[in-house]
């Protein structure tokens, strides 16, 4: 038996991916950029073993068997990996043996925390060293087609996924940016103001904007380009300021266009909106942009914010927010916080 356990952690985009152009391949209708946090922090780890006496490939999410032979985004992972393995001439491990997974979150499943993104991006890693092939950008697309955030995840540091032009997806892959020491002092803050599954899914949200919303194509064609290439300026220059508008407007952007769908998509609640009114207050208070947010699919809020700046907003949180308003700050880059929930 050949068994292979990985991590993959967590990314949060700055510049998000909202709407495909084709459901089947996973092809954005535009590019997004995202910061990876360190593999230690919020991860998926995954074990995967390979057999020759093994009946059927399986799955288990969470310690519960999932449906997998009949999971067309798993089997295209599985298959993509070893499409790859064959082009490689690396077969570590005989194709026609069937595969057991195993894999677990050490933080709430979809509840707009990038859970698929860790979740496909560790499935696709460890099926790579499962039969021997590199991380390279090829591989970023076979995560894609798990969950489009899933690419991002197979590098650290800030990644760009570029959309691509191409009808075979072959050119929608992710590339690195700047690798994680380039900026060691950005930190994120995640609180946690709900941990509940969210309400509608990525997929279906996503198709619901792409069919309804009058403003998402103006967003993918004209706003998120501009943006991309104003973050990845910021990000090169380490430019927090800049860095933390573009977050800001980006993360109100793909709310506005959530609302926008019919009937709309709301994944942000009264908590996540009292923050982002804290985060505004505080910026003008200490006379700087300190502190940014961003929202995923989910009213959990994503703060980015410089090592040194970390106590003071931390402090200024605690002060602003009774024990019950904010559950818990759940993870700091690179540190652990203390949960101050009630
Ligand atoms: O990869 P998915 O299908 O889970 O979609 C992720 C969408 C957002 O998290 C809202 C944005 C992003 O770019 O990660």
Same mark, same amino acid.
Request: proline share 5%; charged share 20%; aromatic share 8%.
């Given at each position: 038996?050949?068994?292979?356990?990985?991590?993959?952690?967590?990314?949060?985009?700055?510049?998000?991916?909202?709407?495909?152009?084709?459901?089947?391949?996973?092809?954005?209708?535009?590019?997004?950029?995202?910061?990876?946090?360190?593999?230690?922090?919020?991860?998926?780890?995954?074990?995967?073993?390979?057999?020759?006496?093994?009946?059927?490939?399986?799955?288990?999410?969470?310690?519960?068997?999932?449906?997998?032979?009949?999971?067309?985004?798993?089997?295209?992972?599985?298959?993509?990996?070893?499409?790859?393995?064959?082009?490689?001439?690396?077969?570590?491990?005989?194709?026609?043996? &069937? !595969?057991?997974?195993?894999? #677990?979150?050490?933080?709430? /499943?979809? =509840?707009?925390?990038?859970?698929?993104?860790?979740?496909? *991006?560790?499935?696709?890693?460890?099926?790579?060293?499962?039969?021997?092939?590199?991380?390279?950008?090829?591989?970023?697309?076979?995560?894609?087609?798990?969950?489009?955030?899933?690419?991002?995840?197979?590098?650290?540091?800030?990644?760009?996924?570029?959309?691509?032009?191409?009808?075979?997806?072959?050119?929608?892959?992710?590339?690195?940016?700047?690798?994680?020491?380039?900026?060691?002092?950005?930190?994120?803050?995640?609180?946690?103001?709900?941990?509940?599954?969210?309400?509608?899914?990525?997929?279906?949200?996503?198709?619901?904007?792409?069919?309804?919303?009058?403003?998402?194509?103006?967003?993918? &064609? !004209?706003?998120?380009?501009? #943006?991309?290439?104003?973050? /990845?300026? =910021?990000?090169?220059?380490?430019?927090?300021?800049?860095? *933390?508008?573009?977050?800001?407007?980006?993360?109100?952007?793909?709310?506005?266009?959530?609302?926008?769908?019919?009937?709309?998509?709301?994944?942000?609640?009264?908590?996540?909106?009292?923050?982002?009114?804290?985060?505004?207050?505080?910026?003008?208070?200490?006379?700087?942009?300190?502190?940014?947010?961003?929202?995923?699919?989910?009213?959990?809020?994503?703060?980015?914010?410089?090592?040194?700046?970390?106590?003071?907003?931390?402090?200024?949180?605690?002060?602003?927010?009774?024990?019950?308003?904010?559950?818990?700050?759940?993870?700091?880059?690179?540190?652990?916080?203390?949960?101050?929930?009630?």
């Amino acid at each position: 038996m050949h068994t292979v356990t990985c991590i993959a952690p967590v990314n949060i985009a700055l510049i998000k991916y909202w709407g495909k152009r084709n459901e089947e391949l996973i092809l954005p209708i535009n590019d997004s950029i995202s910061m990876t946090l360190n593999a230690n922090e919020m991860c998926a780890k995954t074990t995967i073993s390979s057999w020759e006496t093994f009946k059927a490939n399986r799955m288990w999410l969470n310690g519960e068997e999932v449906t997998f032979e009949e999971n067309a985004r798993l089997m295209r992972c599985l298959d993509g990996v070893r499409r790859l393995a064959v082009a490689n001439g690396a077969l570590k491990v005989p194709l026609n043996w &069937k !595969v057991h997974i195993a894999s #677990r979150n050490n933080f709430p /499943t979809a =509840a707009g925390l990038a859970s698929s993104a860790a979740g496909y *991006a560790c499935l696709v890693y460890t099926l790579a060293r499962l039969y021997g092939i590199p991380i390279n950008e090829e591989l970023t697309a076979v995560a894609r087609q798990g969950s489009g955030s899933a690419c991002r995840s197979l590098y650290g540091g800030f990644v760009r996924w570029h959309s691509g032009v191409l009808d075979d997806g072959s050119d929608s892959v992710a590339k690195q940016v700047v690798s994680p020491d380039h900026w060691p002092n950005m930190h994120i803050l995640i609180l946690v103001v709900n941990d509940a599954r969210k309400k509608t899914p990525s997929t279906k949200g996503m198709q619901r904007a792409v069919t309804t919303s009058a403003l998402i194509q103006h967003r993918a &064609k !004209v706003v998120v380009p501009r #943006r991309t290439e104003e973050l /990845t300026e =910021a990000i090169q220059l380490r430019d927090f300021n800049s860095f *933390a508008e573009i977050t800001m407007k980006d993360s109100n952007q793909f709310h506005a266009i959530a609302l926008d769908t019919y009937p709309p998509c709301v994944y942000m609640n009264d908590v996540s909106h009292s923050i982002v009114n804290f985060v505004h207050a505080y910026n003008e208070a200490v006379g700087s942009l300190q502190a940014a947010y961003t929202f995923d699919a989910g009213p959990n809020a994503c703060l980015y914010v410089l090592e040194e700046n970390v106590p003071q907003l931390l402090a200024a949180i605690q002060l602003a927010f009774p024990n019950d308003l904010v559950p818990s700050v759940e993870y700091l880059r690179g540190i652990q916080v203390p949960n101050f929930g009630s």
